[in-house]
């Protein structure tokens, strides 16, 4: 059950505030873990625009969940470097070790697979982050160490 006093003290501190409903969406993320379907009508009532609007906000940032992450998160680059470095296969050997599909969270909680658009470290391509961990140049061979905590 979601708390949407919790999600109004958010909106609250944000409505007045110039482009307040990214930094809305983040702090309710913040509290939650992802963007509740029961917050959407508080947030389009308090900045004044329609459920419609504050979903094509959530679905056009990738950032944004809309429903409870893994206990453990792996995001795996799938821009172009990623990918001409061999992303797309090492994403099909990731799905078969995690048990997950990408963007996805496993049916018992343990982990969610996600998309990324550029980490940013292009040049040590390809790039997967473990919760919160960014690593480099990752194979399908060191991404099972690398997964259970151990260096690669
Ligand atoms: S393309 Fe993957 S980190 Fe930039």
Known sequence: ??????????INQYIDIPGGLLECLHGIQS??????????????????????????VISYYHDFKTS????KVVRICQAEACQSMGSRDLTRRVE??????????????????????CFGNCALSPNVEIDGKLHARVTSDNFEKLVKGEEA
Do not use: C, Q, W
């Open 31 to 56: 509290v939650f873990g992802f963007v509740p379907k029961e917050t959407i009508d508080d947030i389009a009532d308090g900045f004044n625009i329609s459920r419609a609007e504050v979903h094509g």
């Open 1 to 10: 059950m979601v708390n949407t006093d919790k999600a109004v003290e958010v």
């Open 96 to 117: 078969e070790i995690l048990g997950v599909k990408i963007d996805e969270t496993r049916v018992d909680g343990a982990v969610s697979l996600e998309t990324v658009y």
């Open 68 to 71: 409870p992450r893994g206990k």
